[in-house]
């Protein structure tokens, strides 16, 4: 892992665009794709989650290291709420659920030269 400022920070900028674009794609697909390959994408791990991995370092706990899990509480609840609205055909539900959790994604915030939130 880089010490030099801004290297995290940018892998950060990147994991999350990488996370919003997977969401859009998911967001476009409601109500035309088959309800197994949508509960498979919404509990898929993203970026944000190799994101952490990386910063873990083989720590356990990689949401531990997450920016989203600190700032709106990760993706574990949202994800159940999402899954359910699948299995129950709630698509107008689904639909604000993924909007909310893309705003979550936009509004992440990165420090500058970020390095770590655990140790």
């Known amino acids: 892992m880089s010490s030099e400022p801004g290297i995290q920070s940018r ?37 944000l989650c190799e994101q952490a991995k990386r910063v873990a370092a083989g720590r356990w706990g990689r949401c531990d290291y997450c920016l989203a899990s ?15 609205c699948v299995v129950e055909y709630r698509w107008n539900e689904l639909s604000r659920l993924v909007d909310e959790f893309i705003t979550n994604l936009e509004n992440l915030e990165i420090p500058i030269g970020f390095e770590k939130i655990a140790s």
């Open 11 to 47: 892998s950060w900028e990147n994991a999350r665009q990488k996370t919003i674009d997977h969401w859009l794609r998911l967001r476009e697909s409601i109500g035309s794709a088959d309800s197994v390959k949508l509960l498979q994408e919404i509990n898929l791990t993203n970026e």
């Open 70 to 84: 600190q700032q709106f509480g990760g993706c574990a609840g949202i994800s159940l709420r999402m899954s359910e």
